[in-house]
């Protein structure tokens, strides 16, 4: 399955943004899907996760009620809806896929999108 993100840019802080991740090239109810995300400096971290079909989520908990994670499965599309921005938000943001067959947490994501900017200003 081939990723790819969209919808970075530049926001102030308190503000919204929301990232899409389209998937082609497979099927995309075959994949858990989650977003991560990686600062200047910082190690990547998982952002959120979603099950194939959105029976379960998962948020960092640091980001837990900000934060959205979505699929329109008719769509091939994964979403990230980003509210009351801060500066530490600034990242690059990946979608990442894995197959369903494993469990949406504990292990790797095969798939990666290339990244869109998120960059919050003071």
């Known amino acids: 399955v081939q990723l790819q993100a969209s919808g970075g840019g530049l926001v102030q802080a308190g503000g919204s943004l929301r990232l899409s991740c389209a998937a082609s090239?497979?099927?995309?109810?075959?994949?858990?899907m989650a977003w991560f995300r990686q600062a200047p400096g910082k190690e990547r971290e998982r952002v959120a996760a979603?099950?194939?079909?959105?029976?379960?989520?998962y948020y960092a908990d640091s980001l837990k009620g900000r934060f959205t994670i979505s699929r329109d499965n008719a769509k091939n599309t994964l979403y990230l809806q980003m509210n009351s921005l801060k500066p530490e938000d600034t990242a690059v943001y990946y979608c990442?896929?894995?197959?369903?067959?494993?469990?949406?947490?504990?292990?790797?994501?095969?798939?990666w999108g290339q990244g869109t900017l998120v960059t919050v200003s003071s």
């Open positions: 990442a896929a894995r197959p369903r067959s494993y469990s949406m947490n504990g292990g790797s994501y095969p798939y």
């Open positions: 090239g497979g099927t995309f109810t075959m994949y858990h």
């Open positions: 979603i099950t194939w079909n959105s029976a379960v989520t």
